[in-house]
C-alpha cells in the first residue's frame, strides 16, 4: 500500500510575526530560516523601509514581494516578505538582532521593527556511514538506502541474553543494560547542541518517536548513565532504563526532554538498542527525532536520524558449518544413528552437540523446532539467533533454555487463534545458495517453505504470522514451494542444495521416482532382478525386504511415485523458475514414494535427499538398496552423482531410528553455520 | 514493507516425463512450453536420435545439451534436454504428436519414446486498456501501471443501492445482481477456451483468487446466469449470487471450476464487483487466477489479471458544487440562519437540501458527520460516495437512511475499541485544490487532517482506522495538521481555500489574529476607537459589546489570540512546505480567538473562514464588527481582500444559531461537488 509518508513536523521555514515599535525575541536554530510578512505592518505613510543587522554575526536576511504566479499588484495581494537566517557555521551564539526602519518620504524613519534571535545549534546524530562512528551532521542521516553505496545507521534487534545467569529471556523483554556486552549490541547516538546556558522558559528540547514505533525500540542515555555512575552508584542499582522504549515507565513512551543547554557544543550520548524484527505491519525503519519546542508543544525546529532494523537472515548448506546437533534418545534406542552420524560430523571437523533425553523430552525431530539464523551490525561480529518454531513438542524449551544466551539471539512467532500444522515445522523452511535471477540477484538466496496451494480451500499452510515475518525481513525473499501432498508436508522431503565445484557453486538435489524406476530397470536389465533390497529390514514388525523385480512389478507403488515425481516436477519448474535455474543445475537422486492412508504421500525407503549437508560431508539416510557387487547399487548410484563434484557421502543408518517414524537425518539434526562474508545493507532492491 | 511478491503458482516451462517404448499423454497451452530430461532415459547403446513430428501442426521441438556453467562434460552432469512448444498462433486444436526415436551405432532405432500432445487455448481476459472493452490475451493483463500512458483493469466498490425499496445497506453486503444498473457498476471479465470436446478426466479449469482477496471482490458468472434466464428462470429468482466473493456460499469461496470447453472458441463472461476499498492491509490491487489444474489440484497453466480497486476521493472547494446540505432545527430555532443560507445557495444556482429535524434529531453538524466524495471507473459516470463519520450523533442515520441509494455509495470506518474524539468530526477533514510540490504533482490535491502533535502523549487524533483508510486511497495524500489547540479541534476552525483568479486558482484563507489587530489599531488610529463591536450580541445571556478600544486593551484577549496565531502560524508553514505555497498564494482573515476554560481555543466572535464556498459564491459567518460609514469594518475588509478575487461575499447570521455553540457556517453545512475533470487512473507516481 501507499507507504504513510513521513512528515516533518516543523518547518525550515519558520513564519514569525513582528510589530512596529516592538522588539520580538525569537529562536533561531542554525541552518534555519525565519520568514516574516512586513507588509502587513508597514505603517501607511511608509515610502521606503532599511534593514539594520545589530550585533556581528552571519546573519542573512533578503526581502521578497510575494504575489500568486502571473498575477501583477493588482487586488493589493503582494506581500513585502522578509527572510532572515544565520549561517549554519556560525559559531557565535549570541544573541543576534535584526532591525527594518520604515521611512517616510520626507526622510523620517517613522516606525522599527525588531527582531531579537536566540541561536541554536542543535544536530541528532548517528553512523550513517556504517563504519562504526557517529558523524556529525551528516546530510544522510535522515535517509536510507540500500547497497554498496548506500548509507543509513542500523539497529540489532537485541533478543540475546547478556544476563543469562539472571534470566531466560530475551533481552529486549527487560530495559536495562545488562553490562557492558549488552551495550555492545546497542547502536550509538548523539545529541549535539550549542546554544545559551538555559532554554527558553516556555521551550523544550524534546526527543521523539512515532506512537507505532514505541514498542520496536528503547533508547538510554549513556551520559546520563555514565554521570551518575561517576556519582558513586553502581550500574545496575541505578535503575538504568529506557528514556524512550516500552519499559521506559509505566507505560511506553514516546518522547524525552533533554536538559541542556551549555554554551560549548555539548554531546550527549545514546544508546539505541532494536526490540522487534521488520514484520508485517514495520517496514524495518524507524525515525528518531528530535524538536525544539515552543509554549512546551510546538516544535519550531526538527532534526531527524533513521535507522533501520538488521533483518534476521538464514544459511544455506553452501555456508560452512560450525557445529551441528541432534538428540540421543532414551535407552540408546537410536545410537546406530548418532554413532553414524558423528563420524559424518568428525569428518566435517566440527563441534557436535547430542541433546540428551532430559533436554529433549522424547523429541528427535530437531530440525523441527528450530532453524538458526543470525543478525548483524556493521563492523560487529554477527549474532546468531534461534528462530523458534510454533510447533512446540518436546524440544519446546530447547532454544530459550539451552541456546538463548550471550550474544545467541531467540525470536518466535505464533499466533494463538491458528491450529498448529505439520507444515509449521522447520524440516519445512529452508534457504537457496545465492541466486540470480533475470539480472535481480539474490546475494543471500531465498528463503523456501512449503504451502498448499491457493487453489485449494482446505490445504496446509505454514502460520501465517510465521510466513509473514519471513517475507518481512526482505533480504532473502521467499518462494513458496509445494510440499502439502506429502504427510508430513516438510520441503526437506524432496529437495536438497549441496556445494559443488563449477557452475553456480551448488546444485539442486531432488527425489526422484522416475530416476529410482530408471536405475531398477538397468539393474534388472543387467540380470539382478532377483537382487533384494531392504534386505533384513522391517516394517511395522513385517519384512521389508523386496526384489527389485518385485518391486518393478508394484503398479500401485510405481503409480503412487510417478504421482509424487509429478509433484516433485511441479516445484522442480518453480525452483528453474524463481531460482533462475537449468537442468545442469539439478540432480535427480533415486526415491521411490508411497501414499500413505489417507494422509499423503511418505518416502517407501530412506529419503536420500534429506541428507546433513557439513561443508563437503553429506550425512545421507542409508537407502538399503540392493546390494550388488558388494555394494549398495543405490548407494553406488548416489555416490557417482555426487563425488565428481568433489563431496563425501556418508551413509547414516536411520531406517528404525527415523525413516520408520516418517523422518530422516536432516529431520533429526540441525547445524548452525557461518554468516555469509556478504553483507546484507550492500543488497540492492 | 517488501511486497509480498506475486508468485505464478505454474511454470510457463513445465517438466514432462516419457519413457523408451511409450506413448505419454500430456496437456500442453498455447504459448506454454514442456521441457523433457531426455538423457535420463536414453537407451545405454545410443549413438544418435531423431525427433519426429507426427501430424500436421505448429509444434516447435528443440534439444539442449545443459550443464552447470562453465563445465564441460566431466561427472556426467551433461543432460540432454528437449523443449516442445506450440505456436501461439495455432488454430488447430487436434492431437499433437512428437516421437524420440534413439538410434545405435548400426543406424537401427532402438527405442521411441512418444509425447501425444492435447493441445489448448486458454486466456482470462479484462480490459486494461481502461476503454470499456475486454480486450483478448493483452500482454499487459497481468500487470498494472499508473498514468496516461498507463494500462490495468479498474473495479469500482459497489457501495451503492440498486435495490434501494427493499434494502437499506450498501451492494457489497449482498451477493446477487440487483437488476442491471447494480450490473453497470461491475467491470466484465472473459474466460476464452479452446480445446478438446471434454476435459482429460483428472483436469480441472479452475478460477481462484489468493484466500486474502476473498472479502475484497465478488465475481458473477454472466453467460451462466444468462443461459439459466433464457431457460425462463426470473434472474432474481435464481440465486444468483457470487461465484467467488464472501457470499458464494456458506462461507466466502475463492475459486470456482468452470464446465467447458467447445472445439470452437468459447467465451464465458463474468462481472467482477468490487466490496472494500484499498486499506491498511490491502494495497487496492487484486489478482484472479485462471488454472489448468492436473490431479484436480496441481496447477500445469495458469493466466492471470490484475484489476485496481478505485479508490474514494475528497473534492475540494474549488470544484463546482452540485448540490448544499444544512439542517432545520426544531421551533425554527435557526430560522435566521437558513434564510441566510438559502441566498447563498441561491446565487450559486444549485439545489439545497434542509434535513428537517426529525431526519436531524437536534443534531445541526452537517459538516461533521459525512464527507461527499465519489468512485470512478473509466467510462462510466462517477459515483458519489458518501464516507460516514464514526462521530454519530443525531445526524447518525442520515447517511444511510438518505444519501446511500441507487448510485449513491456509503463507505464507513469505525473501531469500536477507540473512543470517539471531536477530531472525528469531518469538520476537520479537508482536501487541498490541486498542488504541486518540488517537481511532484497532486493533481487532485492532498487531503488535509487535524491532529494533536505526535510528541504529546494524551493529544486527540482521528480515529487510526478512519486515517488508514484515507491514506491508503494513494491518490490525494494526506497532510496531518496540528489542530488539538483548538477546543473543539478542527481545521476548518482557521483555515479553508476558496478559488481565484490567475496564481494557482485558489488562495489559501487563514484566520489571523495578527491581522484582525492590525486591524482594530488602524480603526483606532482613525478615531473608531470608541465603536462598538458585536453590537446587540449577547453572550451566556450577557452583553457582547465591547468598544474597539477595550478589545486592544483586553491583554488577556491578546496574549491569547497571539498564542493561537502561532499555532496557526505553524500550520501556515506546513502548508506551505507540504502544498507548495508562498506566501502570495495565501490570505489573512481578520479573527480573534480565546481560550475556553481548560478545553483549548475557540472563535471569540464568528469565524470567518468558516465559510461555505460555492463556486464563487461564499458563504461567510457574519461577524458583527465595528459599523463605520454603515459598514461593518470587518466585512469591508474581507470584501476588500476577496471581492478582486472575483468572489462574492454573503455575510450569514449565525450566531446564536452556531457560533455560540461554538461552530459556524461551513460546521453546519456539506456540499457535494462535481468531481474532478482528471481521471485518478491518470495519476503519476
Given at each position: 500500500?501507499?507507504?504513510?509518508?513521513?512528515?516533518?513536523?516543523?518547518?525550515?521555514?519558520?513564519?514569525?510575526?513582528?510589530?512596529?515599535?516592538?522588539?520580538?525575541?525569537?529562536?533561531?536554530?542554525?541552518?534555519?530560516?525565519?520568514?516574516?510578512?512586513?507588509?502587513?505592518?508597514?505603517?501607511?505613510?511608509?515610502v521606503t523601509f532599511h534593514t539594520v543587522v545589530g550585533h556581528e554575526g552571519d546573519i542573512t536576511v533578503s526581502v521578497k514581494n510575494e504575489s500568486p504566479e502571473g498575477m501583477g499588484k493588482d487586488g493589493g495581494v503582494t506581500k513585502m516578505v522578509a527572510y532572515i537566517s544565520v549561517a549554519t557555521h556560525s559559531s557565535k551564539i549570541d544573541d543576534k538582532e535584526v532591525n527594518f526602519l520604515f521611512v517616510d518620504k520626507s526622510g523620517d524613519t517613522i516606525g522599527v521593527a525588531?527582531?531579537?534571535?536566540?541561536?541554536?545549534?542543535?544536530?541528532?546524530?548517528?553512523?550513517?556511514?556504517?563504519?562504526?562512528?557517529?558523524?556529525?551532521?551528516?546530510?544522510?542521516?535522515?535517509?536510507?538506502?540500500?547497497?554498496?553505496?548506500?548509507?543509513?545507521?542500523?539497529?540489532?534487534?537485541?533478543?540475546?541474553?547478556?544476563?543469562?545467569?539472571?534470566?531466560?529471556?530475551?533481552?529486549?523483554?527487560?530495559?536495562?543494560?545488562?553490562?557492558?556486552?549488552?551495550?555492545?549490541?546497542?547502536?550509538?547516538?548523539?545529541?549535539?547542541?550549542?546554544?545559551?546556558?538555559?532554554?527558553?522558559?516556555?521551550?523544550?528540547?524534546?526527543?521523539?518517536?512515532?506512537?507505532?514505533?514505541?514498542?520496536?525500540?528503547?533508547?538510554?542515555?549513556?551520559?546520563?548513565?555514565?554521570?551518575?555512575?561517576?556519582?558513586?552508584?553502581?550500574?545496575?542499582?541505578?535503575?538504568?532504563?529506557?528514556?524512550?522504549?516500552?519499559?521506559?515507565?509505566?507505560?511506553?513512551?514516546?518522547?524525552?526532554?533533554?536538559?541542556?543547554?551549555?554554551?560549548?557544543?555539548?554531546?550527549?550520548?545514546?544508546?539505541?538498542?532494536?526490540?522487534?524484527?521488520?514484520?508485517?505491519?514495520?517496514?524495518?525503519?524507524?525515525?528518531?527525532?528530535?524538536?525544539?519546542?515552543?509554549?512546551?508543544?510546538?516544535?519550531?525546529?526538527?532534526?531527524?536520524?533513521?535507522?533501520?532494523?538488521?533483518?534476521?537472515?538464514?544459511?544455506?548448506?553452501?555456508?560452512?558449518?560450525?557445529?551441528?546437533?541432534?538428540?540421543?534418545?532414551?535407552?540408546?534406542?537410536?545410537?546406530?544413528?548418532?554413532?553414524?552420524?558423528?563420524?559424518?560430523?568428525?569428518?566435517?571437523?566440527?563441534?557436535?552437540?547430542?541433546?540428551?533425553?532430559?533436554?529433549?523430552?522424547?523429541?528427535?525431530?530437531?530440525?523441527?523446532?528450530?532453524?538458526?539464523?543470525?543478525?548483524?551490525?556493521?563492523?560487529?561480529?554477527?549474532?546468531?539467533?534461534?528462530?523458534?518454531?510454533?510447533?512446540?513438542?518436546?524440544?519446546?524449551?530447547?532454544?530459550?533454555?539451552?541456546?538463548?544466551?550471550?550474544?545467541?539471539?531467540?525470536?518466535?512467532?505464533?499466533?494463538?487463534?491458528?491450529?498448529?500444522?505439520?507444515?509449521?515445522?522447520?524440516?519445512?523452511?529452508?534457504?537457496?545458495?545465492?541466486?540470480?535471477?533475470?539480472?535481480?540477484?539474490?546475494?543471500?538466496?531465498?528463503?523456501?517453505?512449503?504451502?498448499?496451494?491457493?487453489?485449494?480451500?482446505?490445504?496446509?499452510?505454514?502460520?501465517?504470522?510465521?510466513?509473514?515475518?519471513?517475507?518481512?525481513?526482505?533480504?532473502?525473499?521467499?518462494?513458496?514451494?509445494?510440499?502439502?501432498?506429502?504427510?508430513?508436508?516438510?520441503?526437506?522431503?524432496?529437495?536438497?542444495?549441496?556445494?559443488?565445484?563449477?557452475?553456480?557453486?551448488?546444485?539442486?538435489?531432488?527425489?526422484?521416482?522416475?530416476?529410482?524406476?530408471?536405475?531398477?530397470?538397468?539393474?534388472?536389465?543387467?540380470?539382478?532382478?532377483?537382487?533384494?533390497?531392504?534386505?533384513?529390514?522391517?516394517?511395522?514388525?513385517?519384512?521389508?525386504?523386496?526384489?527389485?523385480?518385485?518391486?518393478?512389478?508394484?503398479?500401485?507403488?510405481?503409480?503412487?511415485?510417478?504421482?509424487?515425481?509429478?509433484?516433485?516436477?511441479?516445484?522442480?519448474?518453480?525452483?528453474?523458475?524463481?531460482?533462475?535455474?537449468?537442468?545442469?543445475?539439478?540432480?535427480?537422486?533415486?526415491?521411490?514414494?508411497?501414499?500413505?492412508?489417507?494422509?499423503?504421500?511418505?518416502?517407501?525407503?530412506?529419503?536420500?535427499?534429506?541428507?546433513?549437508?557439513?561443508?563437503?560431508?553429506?550425512?545421507?539416510?542409508?537407502?538399503?538398496?540392493?546390494?550388488?557387487?558388494?555394494?549398495?547399487?543405490?548407494?553406488?548410484?548416489?555416490?557417482?552423482?555426487?563425488?565428481?563434484?568433489?563431496?563425501?557421502?556418508?551413509?547414516?543408518?536411520?531406517?528404525?531410528?527415523?525413516?520408520?517414524?516418517?523422518?530422516?537425518?536432516?529431520?533429526?539434526?540441525?547445524?548452525?553455520?557461518?554468516?555469509?562474508?556478504?553483507?546484507?545493507?550492500?543488497?540492492?532492491?
Amino acid at each position: 500500500m501507499a507507504g504513510r509518508g513521513f512528515m516533518q513536523w516543523a518547518a525550515n521555514c519558520r513564519t514569525v510575526r513582528l510589530d512596529v515599535g516592538v522588539a520580538t525575541s525569537e529562536i533561531i536554530v542554525l541552518g534555519q530560516t525565519l520568514c516574516t510578512d512586513l507588509s502587513s505592518i508597514t505603517p501607511e505613510s511608509t515610502v521606503t523601509f532599511h534593514t539594520v543587522v545589530g550585533h556581528e554575526g552571519d546573519i542573512t536576511v533578503s526581502v521578497k514581494n510575494e504575489s500568486p504566479e502571473g498575477m501583477g499588484k493588482d487586488g493589493g495581494v503582494t506581500k513585502m516578505v522578509a527572510y532572515i537566517s544565520v549561517a549554519t557555521h556560525s559559531s557565535k551564539i549570541d544573541d543576534k538582532e535584526v532591525n527594518f526602519l520604515f521611512v517616510d518620504k520626507s526622510g523620517d524613519t517613522i516606525g522599527v521593527a525588531t527582531l531579537r534571535m536566540t541561536a541554536f545549534y542543535m544536530s541528532l546524530d548517528v553512523d550513517c556511514d556504517r563504519d562504526g562512528v557517529v558523524e556529525k551532521n551528516n546530510p544522510n542521516k535522515g535517509s536510507w538506502q540500500w547497497g554498496p553505496d548506500g548509507h543509513g545507521a542500523i539497529l540489532l534487534v537485541n533478543n540475546d541474553c547478556d544476563d543469562y545467569l539472571l534470566e531466560m529471556d530475551p533481552e529486549h523483554k527487560n530495559s536495562k543494560i545488562d553490562g557492558p556486552f549488552d551495550l555492545e549490541d546497542m547502536s550509538r547516538m548523539a545529541v549535539r547542541v550549542r546554544g545559551p546556558e538555559t532554554l527558553p522558559e516556555d521551550c523544550r528540547l524534546r526527543m521523539w518517536v512515532r506512537p507505532d514505533d514505541k514498542e520496536r525500540l528503547g533508547i538510554f542515555n549513556l551520559s546520563d548513565i555514565e554521570k551518575r555512575r561517576a556519582g558513586g552508584v553502581v550500574l545496575d542499582e541505578l535503575g538504568n532504563k529506557h528514556i524512550i522504549g516500552p519499559k521506559a515507565g509505566y507505560l511506553a513512551q514516546v518522547s524525552y526532554d533533554l536538559m541542556m543547554v551549555r554554551r560549548d557544543e555539548g554531546e550527549t550520548l545514546f544508546a539505541v538498542e532494536g526490540l522487534k524484527y521488520p514484520d508485517k505491519d514495520f517496514n524495518g525503519t524507524l525515525r528518531i527525532h528530535l524538536s525544539l519546542l515552543k509554549n512546551v508543544t510546538v516544535p519550531v525546529f526538527e532534526d531527524t536520524v533513521i535507522f533501520r532494523m538488521a533483518p534476521w537472515i538464514m544459511t544455506p548448506n553452501t555456508l560452512e558449518p560450525i557445529e551441528a546437533f541432534t538428540c540421543q534418545m532414551k535407552k540408546s534406542e537410536n545410537l546406530d544413528f548418532i554413532n553414524d552420524f558423528k563420524k559424518v560430523v568428525e569428518a566435517a571437523g566440527i563441534k557436535v552437540n547430542i541433546v540428551p533425553p532430559y533436554e529433549n523430552r522424547g523429541d528427535r525431530w530437531m530440525q523441527d523446532e528450530i532453524e538458526l539464523g543470525y543478525s548483524e551490525l556493521p563492523g560487529k561480529k554477527p549474532m546468531p539467533v534461534v528462530l523458534d518454531s510454533p510447533r512446540d513438542r518436546g524440544l519446546q524449551k530447547f532454544p530459550k533454555g539451552k541456546l538463548l544466551g550471550p550474544d545467541f539471539g531467540y525470536v518466535t512467532r505464533y499466533d494463538q487463534n491458528e491450529f498448529v500444522n505439520s507444515l509449521d515445522s522447520f524440516g519445512n523452511l529452508e534457504v537457496s545458495p545465492p541466486v540470480k535471477v533475470d539480472g535481480r540477484t539474490y546475494p543471500m538466496g531465498r528463503i523456501l517453505l512449503g504451502s498448499a496451494f491457493p487453489t485449494t480451500k482446505y490445504g496446509r499452510r505454514m502460520m501465517r504470522v510465521v510466513r509473514d515475518f519471513l517475507y518481512a525481513q526482505q533480504v532473502q525473499p521467499p518462494v513458496e514451494l509445494f510440499s502439502d501432498w506429502l504427510g508430513v508436508g516438510h520441503i526437506d522431503e524432496f529437495m536438497t542444495f549441496v556445494p559443488a565445484a563449477g557452475g553456480k557453486g551448488f546444485r539442486l538435489l531432488l527425489a526422484s521416482p522416475s530416476a529410482c524406476y530408471n536405475l531398477l530397470r538397468k539393474l534388472k536389465n543387467d540380470g539382478h532382478g532377483d537382487v533384494l533390497c531392504f534386505e533384513g529390514k522391517t516394517r511395522s514388525g513385517e519384512s521389508a525386504e523386496r526384489s527389485i523385480s518385485d518391486l518393478l512389478d508394484d503398479s500401485n507403488l510405481k503409480a503412487e511415485s510417478l504421482q509424487c515425481q509429478n509433484d516433485i516436477d511441479w516445484n522442480r519448474d518453480v525452483m528453474k523458475r524463481e531460482l533462475g535455474l537449468d537442468e545442469g543445475d539439478i540432480i535427480d537422486l533415486p526415491q521411490l514414494f508411497q501414499l500413505e492412508d489417507g494422509k499423503g504421500a511418505g518416502a517407501y525407503f530412506p529419503d536420500m535427499v534429506n541428507m546433513i549437508v557439513l561443508g563437503k560431508q553429506l550425512g545421507i539416510p542409508k537407502p538399503f538398496g540392493p546390494m550388488i557387487d558388494g555394494a549398495c547399487a543405490f548407494e553406488t548410484n548416489v555416490r557417482s552423482l555426487l563425488e565428481p563434484l568433489g563431496l563425501t557421502c556418508h551413509f547414516v543408518n536411520d531406517w528404525d531410528s527415523y525413516h520408520l517414524l516418517l523422518g530422516e537425518v536432516h529431520c533429526g539434526s540441525n547445524t548452525r553455520r557461518k554468516p555469509f562474508d556478504f553483507k546484507w545493507w550492500n543488497m540492492k532492491f
